[in-house]
């Protein structure tokens, strides 16, 4: 008895020494280059993201038979580099508001018929 007194008496004060020690942390230095990586791979996939989180999309690939949750893991596992021009792409494709540039054109090709008189457009209003 005397014993195991002794045993956990000794076990308890080296637990308590160790209490007081700090704790050993593990620190690395991370580099610029690395950081502008990781801070263009959450750029890219806020872009993705923002992107496939539309209804119209979400239809279309249920309409192909993909389910959301395979989209996500699918855009997750991707390289940087695949993000990067994944991102890239969808930033150069129109928006669907180019409605304005058309209605512009129309009128500037219209104006120009007018002009060299093939058109009549602008006569036949009193």
């Given at each position: 008895m005397i014993l195991f007194r002794r045993c956990v008496a000794s076990i308890l004060c080296v637990a308590m020494l160790n209490l007081g020690s700090p704790l050993v942390a593990q620190a690395g230095?991370?580099?610029?280059?690395?950081?502008?990586?990781?801070?263009?791979?959450?750029?890219?996939?806020?872009?993705?993201?923002?992107?496939?989180?539309?209804e119209q999309v979400r239809a279309q690939f249920a309409a192909l038979g993909v389910a959301p949750a395979q989209i996500e893991t699918r855009v997750a596992a991707m390289?940087?580099?695949?993000?990067?021009?994944?991102?890239?792409?969808?930033?150069?494709l129109p928006a669907g508001s180019d409605a304005l540039?058309?209605?512009?054109?129309?009128?500037?090709?219209?104006?120009?018929?007018?002009?060299?008189?093939?058109?009549?457009?602008?006569?036949?209003?009193?």
């Open positions: 230095i991370i580099g610029t280059l690395q950081a502008v990586e990781s801070h263009n791979r959450a750029a890219d996939l806020a872009t993705i993201n923002s992107a496939l989180a539309r390289t940087d580099t695949e993000l990067r021009s994944l991102a890239g792409q969808m930033q150069e540039a058309v209605i512009g054109i129309v009128f500037l090709v219209l104006l120009i018929l007018e002009a060299v008189g093939v058109l009549d457009i602008f006569k036949s209003f009193p």
